[in-house]
C-alpha cells in the first residue's frame, strides 16, 4: 500500500539555520503531497501542497517540490526561528484519506 | 469563517465504558475525516464521511465506529475501551473527497483509558 516516509528526528538547529526535512513516498498512483505542522497541545495546520508533479508549495518561507522521479518532498526553509519549532508531519493523499509519515520533531535554538 | 471544532477537548474514561467524540466542520464542508494520533503509532486514519455516507475506512476494530448527520457535523463512537485506546483523536473537513483537497484539522479531543 501506498506509503510515507520521514527523516527520524528530533532535529536541532540554531536560529537562522537551514532546515531540511527529507521526506519520500510510495504511491501507486499520483497523489497529491502535503506538509503539516502541529505545535504543542494543538492538532494540525496545513503548511504546503502539491497536487503534480514539479510543482513546489511554499508557505511562510518553508518550500518543497514534488519530485516524481525520485519520489520525494522534501520540506526546506532557508532561516528558522525559534517559533518554526513543531512537529513536521509529511503526507500524500489516498482518496480522502491522508497517509502520514512519522513527524519529525524540528527544535530551534535562539 | 470558524474553523474545526471538536468536543470535548478531554475525556477520562475507564476499561469497557464506550465514548463518544463530536466534529464540526467548517462551514460548506461535506467531508469529515477522523485520525488518531499516538506516540507508538503516529497518524493512523480511522474513516471518512461524505454527505452522511462513509467512503472510506481504515484498518481499525468495529468497536470503532461514526456516523454523519444531514449538517455534517459527525461523531465517533468507540465501546468496550481498552487501554491501547488512549489517544488523540483528530477530526478534518474538506470540500469534497478529491485527494487535492486540502483537510483542516481540528484541536483534537485527548481520550485517556484507565
Known amino acids: 500500500g501506498d506509503s510515507v516516509t520521514q527523516m527520524e528526528g528530533p532535529v536541532t538547529l540554531s536560529e537562522e539555520a537551514f532546515l531540511t526535512i527529507n521526506c519520500t513516498y510510495t504511491a501507486t498512483g499520483y497523489p497529491s503531497l502535503f506538509w503539516y505542522v502541529q505545535y504543542p497541545g494543538e492538532g494540525l495546520q496545513l503548511l504546503l501542497k502539491?497536487?503534480?508533479?514539479?510543482d513546489k508549495g511554499s508557505n511562510k518561507g518553508f518550500e518543497a517540490t514534488y519530485r516524481k522521479e525520485t519520489t520525494s518532498f522534501h520540506l526546506e526553509k532557508g532561516s528558522v526561528q525559534v517559533s518554526d519549532s513543531a512537529v513536521y508531519f509529511c503526507a500524500l493523499s489516498d482518496g480522502g484519506k491522508l497517509i502520514f509519515g512519522q513527524g519529525t520533531e524540528l527544535s530551534v535554538k535562539p | 469563517k470558524a474553523g474545526v471544532t471538536q468536543t470535548p477537548r478531554y475525556l477520562i474514561k475507564t476499561r469497557g465504558q464506550q465514548v463518544t467524540l463530536s466534529c464540526s466542520p467548517i462551514?460548506?464542508?461535506?467531508?469529515v475525516s477522523w485520525y488518531q494520533q499516538t506516540p507508538g503509532q503516529g497518524l493512523q486514519f480511522l474513516f471518512e464521511?461524505?454527505?452522511?455516507?462513509?467512503?472510506n475506512k481504515g484498518n481499525f476494530p468495529g468497536r470503532f465506529s461514526g456516523r454523519q448527520f444531514s449538517n455534517s457535523r459527525s461523531e465517533m463512537n468507540v465501546s468496550t475501551l481498552e487501554l491501547g485506546d488512549s489517544a488523540l483523536y483528530l477530526c478534518?473537513?474538506?470540500?469534497?473527497?478529491?485527494?487535492?483537497?486540502?483537510?483542516?484539522f481540528g484541536p483534537g479531543t485527548r481520550l485517556t483509558v484507565l
Open positions: 502539491a497536487t503534480k508533479a514539479d
Open positions: 478534518a473537513s474538506s470540500l469534497g473527497t478529491s485527494g487535492g483537497n486540502e483537510q483542516f
Open positions: 464521511y461524505f454527505s452522511e455516507t462513509q467512503r
Open positions: 462551514s460548506g464542508h461535506r467531508s
